[in-house]
C-alpha cells in the first residue's frame, strides 16, 4: 500500500525532503542511463510486462507507454529506480525546453521534448530551462 500523506513541509532544504515525488523500483530490460525517460518493456510477458522498464522509444506523437525518469543508470537485470509522479530534478530534455513546456518522447529515444499540437502522449512539464539538455520537471503520474 501506498501513501501519499505528506510527512514534512520544510521548503528550500533539497530535492528528497517531501518533494511530492513518487519512486517505485522496477528492474532494467536493457542498459539505462540516469536521467532517461523509461517505458514499460512490452517485449516481456505476464506480469513482467509491468516489472520490466526500458529506455522510452520515441514514437509520434509521444510513447504513451512512458512511466517516469530513470533516477539512476542500470544495467540490464538489475534494479532501477524511477521516478513515476511528481518532482524529477534531473531528466534528459531537448535543448529547446523552457519553464512551463510540456513535454512529449517522440523523436529522440530515452529524451523528452517540447509537445505540439497533435502530440497525444504528454508525460511531464518543465520546470526550468534545460541545462545541457537536462532539466527538472514534473512527471504526470501515470503508475
Known amino acids: ?49 509491468v516489472l520490466y522498464v526500458k529506455q522510452c522509444a520515441a514514437v509520434a506523437l509521444g510513447n504513451s507507454l512512458v512511466i517516469g525518469v530513470a533516477l539512476e543508470t542500470a544495467a540490464s537485470g538489475a534494479f532501477v529506480k524511477v521516478c513515476v509522479g511528481g518532482y524529477c530534478a534531473s531528466a534528459n530534455v531537448d535543448g529547446a525546453v523552457v519553464a512551463g513546456d510540456p513535454l512529449v518522447v517522440d523523436t529522440t529515444a530515452g529524451r523528452a521534448h517540447v509537445g505540439v499540437t497533435g502530440d497525444i502522449a504528454f508525460c511531464a512539464v518543465a520546470l526550468e530551462a534545460d541545462t545541457a539538455n537536462v532539466a527538472a520537471v514534473y512527471i504526470f503520474a501515470r503508475f
Open 1 to 49: 500500500m501506498r501513501s501519499r500523506i505528506i510527512q514534512k513541509m520544510d521548503t528550500g532544504v533539497g530535492a528528497s525532503v517531501s518533494s511530492r515525488s513518487t519512486v517505485e523500483t522496477f528492474i532494467a530490460g536493457a542498459a539505462i542511463t540516469a536521467g532517461d525517460f523509461v517505458m514499460l518493456d512490452t517485449t516481456k510477458t505476464t506480469t513482467d510486462r
